[in-house]
């Protein structure tokens, strides 16, 4: 169950600050510069691992890179809101590895969508054999990224 906001301290939140923006920190260096000793650093970072605050570790990985330079946002209408309706294209949506991020919306449309490709004839294949295909979409929107302005994924703890 994850901790409540209000319950990290200040020492909490300067963690989980240098950890967003270098996650492979040694736990030494993590602890010096949160003005801790390495075992109660440590027990703090368990801790807020155990709680779900400490979502996981991963590699940020650059998108034109690895041959991916192509970004999609896509909104979705479903022919209807009925929770099995919303169950049903979640689950699917979520098992495509295409599609990086879904919401839920509120609003006109249902679901917002960012999908990266490396070309457009890969989002046409895309579009055509898998999303035009799932059952309950009404319609769809699709808006192409031209440049990305910011990218972030450390989220605002000051």
Request: proline share 8%; net charge negative; glycine share 8%.
């Given at each position: 169950m994850p901790v409540r906001s209000?319950?990290?301290?200040?020492?909490?939140?300067?963690?989980?600050?240098?950890?967003?923006?270098?996650?492979?920190?040694?736990l030494a260096d993590l602890a010096t510069?949160?003005?801790?000793s390495a075992s109660p650093c440590l027990r703090r970072v368990r801790l807020m691992e155990k709680a779900g605050v400490i979502a996981r570790y991963v590699a940020v990985l650059d998108q034109q890179a690895v041959e991916l330079p192509v970004s999609v946002f896509i909104s979705i209408k479903l022919a209807s809101q009925k929770q099995d309706a919303l169950d049903r294209f979640s689950k699917t949506i979520a098992r495509?590895?295409?599609?990086?991020e879904?919401?839920?919306?509120?609003?006109?449309r249902d679901y917002w969508l960012r999908v990266v490709v490396p070309d457009l004839a890969a989002y046409e294949r895309f579009l055509k054999q898998k999303l035009t295909r799932l059952e309950g979409v009404a319609s769809i929107e699709s808006s192409f990224a031209l440049e990305q302005v910011k990218y972030s994924n450390v989220l605002p703890l000051g």
């Open positions: 209000a319950a990290l301290d200040e020492t909490d939140r300067k963690i989980l600050a240098i950890l967003q923006e270098s996650g492979r920190i040694p510069k949160v003005g801790l495509w590895p295409e599609v990086l879904c919401y839920l919306m509120t609003g006109p």
